[in-house]
């Protein structure tokens, strides 16, 4: 580890933390201080103006990046009949319904996006103590309770990002990974921006975002000039 906390105190050094960089100033920045050995995932997290103990302040949703995630999500979809045979059509990884819900139960994982048609919540509720903490629960808001099967497994396959804010009003997406061209990661940067900037609670007063930074897995934190960002 004190090999891995020198490289990241090397790569440090590199930004300056006074600065707020611009978007293409910030990518090419971080992938440049990224310190692991592998293709590093490139983050970036909004620190919002909003008090998300309110209910008319929370911001949650999901966007498609133009240019994919970097990883192939792996979708389970929980549905019946002419919805489970059309959900494999689009190539979901999984399909069924009380036999998942028996192997979530006794501890299996092996995939990283639920979808489920409306008339399955019922039974998906019954592992929602189990699914909640891990973030892995449908929502209607992130479009991943519908009747769409289709168009849920395709959107989530093409680079479909949920994002939340946490208690402390964060928001933390992926928009790609360090091997992606910086333009590209500049695509899937404004498309996140752009959706949380008209995410927007009419409620929230005062400054909304506070700061905005990109980082590489295990790599130094860059600022961002969001007022240059919007333009």
Known sequence: MAKQGKKLQ?????????KLYSVDEAIALAKE???VNFDATVEVAFRLGIDTRKNDQQIRGAVVLPNGTGKTQRVL????????????????DFVGDADYI????QGWFDF???VATPDMMGEVGKIGRVLGPKGLMPNPKT??????????????????VEYRADKAGIIHAPIGK??????????????????IQKAKPSAAKGVYMKSVVVTTTMGPAVKIDAA???K
């Open 178 to 195: 360090a091997s992606f061209d910086n333009d590209k990661l500049a695509e899937n940067f404004k498309t996140v921006f752009d959706v």
């Open 77 to 92: 979809v929980f549905a019946k009949g002419e919805k489970a045979k059309e959900a494999e059509a689009a190539g979901a």
């Open 143 to 160: 479009g991943t309770v519908t009747f769409d099967v289709t168009k849920a497994v395709n959107e989530i396959k093409a680079g479909k």
């Open 102 to 105: 028996n192997k979530i139960q």
């Open 112 to 114: 990283d996006v639920i």
């Open 10 to 18: 090397d790569a440090a050094k590199l930004v300056d933390r006074t």
């Open 228 to 230: 240059a960002a919007a």
């Open 33 to 35: 201080t990224s310190t």
